[in-house]
């Protein structure tokens, strides 16, 4: 039971990972909470269904018009609208963003209806067996484009102009304008990178998971989970975060019943957030 | 000799392994305009923050009036009668000039009940700073020398026995510098508040001072009268290099004054 | 404590005003049929729960997310009390008030000391930790079936009537403190903290102190909403009472008004409970993108509230420090000639 369990905490922690990292990354260089993240990940989890029913694409290979799509689509919205309010105080971009939520959530309800989406894969059932372990084929793969995302994003950040400029606007913003920066682009490009690593989440779970509209909610509450307990800014950080919180999740329901679960889960949060704000990793962004 | 109103023992601060001020005794008599000047980074602002308890002390002890006050929070020691003004102002944004004076009268040393006197000591006030005309005008839109000045003013309204000025001319011109130069004379001579003075305007505070701390990297290097305190070769080789002054001692000069010719404010 | 700007021929005018509407509203369970009065006074526990929230959020400037654990603990409390204990309204309202009062101690010792993201994150966990406790005491609150509690006996009519009343007069109660929190000392320490509590503390405000007292106010008028609410619905569980959404409808609800007013969070509870009541019956499907369009053009058109759009009363401080993009007018709005 255990070893089974640890193998399938990490694996798909790794889309944790994808999640956390999207939302920490606007967390860490805008402060701003992104409530809406979560239905990102549902767009792209539609979206991915939409063109596996129509098309028979597999949801690996809509990651990346997925990702398109989803960058255009929150590179315009920060553009246009997020800009005005981002540096306004948490009570008005909390809000915000939590408006943005629900408008988005019912426009999936109105274009994908209420009803429970997923995909099945010919290859859902093949798998490894290793000892007593099954790995399924599926989940495998999850966590290669996962793990690689990851990785893509790290150099993203730390070897091309693009990933430095952010970096430089999320420490010191007034400093990023005086040496010519384009601040307001850069958000622009953040919050688009994150909402692209959101929509790839939401391929690699479609073949896992069921779809609704609402699902984006649980995933945020994950997402700042991991966020917190990895620290903002830390690449590395959100991906031990989401490999640790898909291992608490698993291996936790071997022992204790769901509920009492949620209870320690935010009980763990809000102690870490009063007493080692900076995560079990990271540095202290924002205040 | 006046009683002594601050002491520090030892007073020690560092962030990890910067050591902002290291090891600083000082003594500030009642009654006196005490000037703690030094090159920037020095530990200047550092050193009050420690005393106003905005930062907490690493090692040492402050005492005021013989009571320890390191370890206390800020607004008990703001009760005590030890107010400050911050090198960058900080104005509450969206209130009134009139209202941003009001809170130190309510809320400071004297925690002012009725509506009507703190008024009227905010408004006497508001007249000592010269800003009387503006009550009403949002903080937002003060010029530099008024927000300077309504700096200063939130820290009168608590009535304080100890004041601590951090720059309060930074950004002031000669003509506005000499005024508060006046007015911390008055403050000092009239109202018997017992003054602490952080400057780069060297002329200002040689001018105003009774004594003068020297800072740099942290520790105590000099103390003294303003003019034993300009003498000394470790000021002067801390503001201005070490070959500097050891040409001015081979050239046996002896001039007042930490500047030399090249203006009113000290390098760096 | 000091003199507030505009003059006497508002006073007249506001007095006469105020007259009407107090007959207006003490004659409507009357004149009104029962749908009407039940969401008049749906409209009025909003008020009353945004007031409540105004209080910590607005005025205090500690955007608390979590505010709902005090109506959840409220409602309860209440219905433990009335349902196990079998005891009256009185003393489980009273009840009620006390365990808010005590959470509030409590997380405000644990949480207060955290700023921006962190405690309105902090406060929101906390409640949800506190709603899935609650959730597994099943033996003492019926855990997911809910609780029910014992009725107010009597015809429909009259019962509706009681409720109008009982959660009118709270939200009469609840004005009066906020009114008065406008103009004493404690709403001043309040203010500066919002605005700087750093320079607050230096100038002689306990903060701590202050910030555990706003928030005590607001959750005892919190978890007394909640208990009135049991004792109105005579059903409640755990996820409707703790429910997160009441929050942020609480929060445009104040944005709308105006953060930091006296009659801001009323105004912006009808206004959206009757833009909700509107689009809810003929529009279902589109019940929550609605709002959510609501509560983007809020934030981008109106964060202030309408109330700083309408009047030309001193406006509080300024929730959005607002930076354009380069290229605009700098930021802020613009002033107007006496400088407010």
Redesign the interface.
């Known amino acids: 039971m255990l070893p089974q369990a640890i193998v399938n905490g990490l694996l798909f922690g790794s889309v944790y990972a994808t999640i956390g990292i999207g939302f920490s990354l606007v967390w860490g260089v805008m402060n701003i909470i992104n409530v809406a993240h979560g239905s990102f990940i549902m767009i792209g989890a539609y979206l991915s269904y939409t063109l596996f029913a129509l098309y028979g694409l597999d949801p690996f290979l809509s990651i990346p018009p997925v990702m398109a799509v989803l960058f255009l689509l929150a590179y315009a919205i920060q553009k246009y609208v997020l800009n005005r309010v981002v540096r306004g105080s948490v009570f008005i971009t909390l809000t915000f963003t939590f408006g943005l939520q629900i408008l988005i959530a019912n426009l999936c309800l109105l274009l994908w209806s209420a009803d429970s989406r997923s995909i099945k894969l010919p290859y859902s059932s093949a798998g490894w067996q290793i000892g007593g372990l099954v790995i399924p084929l599926v989940r495998l793969g999850i966590f290669g484009v996962a793990l690689l995302l990851t990785g893509l994003f790290y150099l993203f950040m730390r070897r091309t102009r693009t990933g430095v400029a952010i970096n430089a606007t999320a420490l010191n913003f007034e400093g990023a304008k005086t040496v010519g920066i384009d601040v307001y682009n850069i958000y622009a490009i953040t919050f688009g990178v994150s909402a692209a690593l959101a929509g790839a989440a939401g391929c690699l779970i479609s073949p896992i998971m069921s779809i609704n509209p609402f699902g984006g909610g649980p995933l945020v509450a994950k997402a700042f989970v991991i966020a917190i307990l990895g620290g903002l800014g830390s690449t590395v950080g959100a991906l031990v975060g989401g490999l640790a919180l898909g291992l608490v999740e698993t291996v936790g329901t071997v022992f204790i019943s769901s509920s009492f679960q949620e209870l320690l889960g935010f009980t763990v949060l809000v102690l870490v957030l009063v007493f080692r704000p900076q995560g079990l990793m990271g540095k202290r962004f924002y205040e | 000799m006046n009683a002594v109103l601050l002491s520090g023992q030892g007073v020690s601060r560092s962030f990890g392994a910067l050591k902002a001020v290291w090891n600083v005794d000082f003594e500030v008599r009642a009654g006196e305009i005490f000037g703690i000047i030094g090159p920037n980074g020095a530990g200047k602002t550092t050193l009050l923050s420690l005393v106003n308890g905005t930062l907490p002390l690493t090692r040492g002890q402050i005492r005021f009036k013989d009571r320890v006050i390191s370890g206390l929070r800020p607004y008990r020691i703001a009760e005590l009668g030890i107010s400050r003004t911050f090198q960058v102002v900080k104005p509450f944004p969206g209130m009134t000039l009139l209202e941003n004076v009001s809170i130190g009268a309510l809320f400071g040393k004297d925690k002012i009940r009725d509506a009507r006197e703190a008024r009227e000591r905010t408004r006497s006030i508001l007249q000592t700073v010269n800003l009387s005309g503006r009550e009403d005008v949002a903080v937002e839109n003060l010029n530099i020398s008024e927000r300077k000045r309504l700096e200063l003013a939130r820290a009168l309204a608590m009535d304080p026995e100890l004041l601590l000025l951090d720059e309060v001319m930074a950004g002031l011109n000669s003509a506005e510098i000499d005024w508060i130069m006046d007015l911390i004379r008055r403050l000092n001579e009239r109202e018997g508040r017992t003054i602490v003075v952080i400057e780069h305007v060297m002329k200002a505070i040689m001018g105003v001072s009774h004594r003068i701390m020297v800072l740099h990297h942290g520790e105590k290097i000099a103390e003294g009268s303003p003019a034993e305190v300009s003498r000394e070769e470790k000021v002067i080789s801390a503001y201005l290099g070490e070959r500097y002054a050891r040409r001015r001692g081979a050239a046996g000069k002896g001039e007042q004054g930490g500047g030399n010719g090249g203006g009113e404010h000290a390098p760096g | 404590?000091?003199?507030q700007?505009g003059g006497g021929r508002w006073k007249a005018a506001g007095a006469l005003l105020l007259a009407v509407l107090a007959l207006l509203l003490a004659a409507a369970p009357f004149l009104l049929t029962g749908f009407w009065v039940r969401l008049l006074t749906y409209i009025f526990m909003f008020s009353v729960l945004s007031s409540a929230l105004n209080i910590i959020?607005g005025f205090t400037?500690y955007?608390a997310?979590g505010n709902m654990v005090f109506f959840g603990l409220g409602a309860y409390t209440t219905a433990v009390l009335m349902s196990k204990a079998r005891l009256g309204f009185v003393p489980a309202f009273l009840g009620s008030a006390l365990v808010a009062g005590i959470t509030a101690v409590l997380l405000g010792l644990?949480?207060l000391?955290?700023?921006?993201?962190?405690f309105?994150?902090?406060t929101l966990?906390?409640a949800?930790?506190v709603k899935?406790?609650i959730?597994?005491l099943t033996g003492l609150t019926g855990g997911g079936q809910g609780l029910t509690v014992p009725p107010l006996r009597g015809r429909p009519a009259t019962v509706n009537t009681f409720f109008y009343f009982l959660m009118l007069l709270l939200l009469v109660v609840i004005l009066l403190v906020v009114w008065r929190l406008s103009r004493n000392?404690l709403g001043?320490?309040l203010?500066?903290i919002r605005?700087?509590e750093?320079?607050?503390?230096?100038?002689?405000?306990?903060?701590t102190r202050y910030k555990i007292t706003a928030w005590v106010l607001s959750a005892l008028f919190t978890g007394v909403t909640g208990s009135i609410y049991a004792y109105w619905f005579t059903y409640i569980d755990a996820p409707t009472v703790f429910d997160v959404m009441w929050v942020?409808k609480m929060?445009?609800i104040i944005?709308i008004g105006g953060?930091g007013t006296v009659f801001g969070p009323v105004i912006g509870a009808f206004i959206l409970e009757t833009i909700s009541e509107l689009v809810w019956s003929r529009f279902l499907?589109?019940?929550?993108?609605?709002?959510?369009?609501?509560?983007?053009l809020v934030?981008?058109f109106m964060?202030r509230g309408i109330i700083s759009l309408v009047t030309q009363g001193k406006?509080?401080?300024?929730?959005?420090?607002?930076?354009?993009?380069?290229g605009r007018q700098p930021q802020?709005r613009p002033?107007g000639e006496?400088?407010?």
């Not at chain 3, 000391?113 to 962190?118: Q, T």
């Not at chain 3, 750093?198 to 903060?207: F, L, N, Y």
């Not at chain 3, 499907?285 to 983007?296: A, F």
């Open positions: 404590m000091i003199p700007a959020a400037g955007a997310f644990l949480l000391r955290l700023k921006g993201h962190y309105a994150l902090g966990g906390a949800e930790a899935y406790l959730e597994n000392r001043y320490a203010k500066a605005a700087n750093e320079a607050a503390g230096v100038m002689g405000i306990d903060t942020v929060f445009v944005l953060a499907n589109l019940h929550l993108g609605i709002l959510g369009l609501i509560i983007i934030v981008l964060p406006s509080l401080l300024s929730l959005a420090h607002r930076r354009r993009p380069p802020g002033r006496d400088g407010q």
